[in-house]
């Protein structure tokens, strides 16, 4: 048991029907919209013993891209001033298209990231932090610190102290994790792995960022989940 408070995010994640939701989902093993485990996809091939592990730390999060990462709420705000607030953001904010997706690393984890310009939708996940920063709880000394574990520049450690997280502005980088951090051994494997399997899955072609899920995670333990979710204009 614990006493500690939901935290939240706002993150991009497909609509649960679509190809694109069902694979990034049978990838980290979870889906945040039932809550359930998935099988080890079948695509696993010979890395299916270790898929679990490969993909362990994704799967807390649940399949999304990050607008505004975890965070707890302010004082003087709950949940349902929360939703209030993206939904009315929402109506005077317009989606955003990338011509595609691959799967790339992102430093030792592989994910989906966008081909080609990603000024607009880099330019949202800008607008998303800035406006939804009063809602936030300030970051604590605990936490600070444990981010500041990981080698920062002092771009990203001002960016920690004002907005609760790195990689904002022009730190940020649009993707969908598909994997923890990989050995270097693995990466050529598992990256040969998910591109066939994304290409044969998910028939890819032009993504619109045209929605905001919020994301709750209940307790430290808990997974996130979905449990609102607004269409931008």
């Not at 997280?165 to 951090?181: A, I, K, N, S």
Request: proline share 7%.
């Amino acid at each position: 048991m614990t006493d500690q408070p939901a935290r939240y995010a706002l993150y991009y994640a497909p609509e649960a029907d679509t190809p694109l939701w069902r694979f990034g989902s049978s990838v980290v093993g979870y889906d945040a919209v039932t809550g359930e485990d998935q099988a080890i996809p079948d695509f696993a091939g010979a890395l299916a013993e270790r898929w679990p592990d490969l993909t362990a730390e994704p799967r807390k999060y649940g399949f999304h891209a990050t607008l505004k990462a975890p965070f707890f709420l302010a004082v003087g705000v709950d949940e349902d001033a929360l939703k209030v607030a993206i939904h009315r953001f929402a109506e005077k904010t317009p989606a955003v298209a990338t011509i595609g997706l691959d799967v790339s690393p992102i430093g030792p984890f592989l994910a989906l990231t966008p081909l080609g310009d990603a000024n607009e939708i880099n330019a949202l996940a800008s607008l998303v932090v800035n406006h939804f920063d009063a809602f936030r709880a300030p970051l604590s000394s605990s936490d600070r610190e444990r981010r500041l574990k990981s080698p920062l520049t002092s771009r990203q450690t001002d960016y920690l102290d004002r907005f609760g997280y790195p990689y904002v502005h022009e730190e940020f980088r649009f993707h969908m994790t598909l994997t923890g951090p990989l050995h270097a051994d693995d990466r050529g494997a598992m990256r040969t792995t998910l591109a066939d399997a994304y290409q044969v899955g998910t028939a890819p072609g032009t993504l619109t960022i045209d929605r905001i899920c919020l994301f709750r995670q209940e307790t430290p333990a808990a997974r996130f989940r979905i449990i609102d979710s607004v269409r931008l204009t």
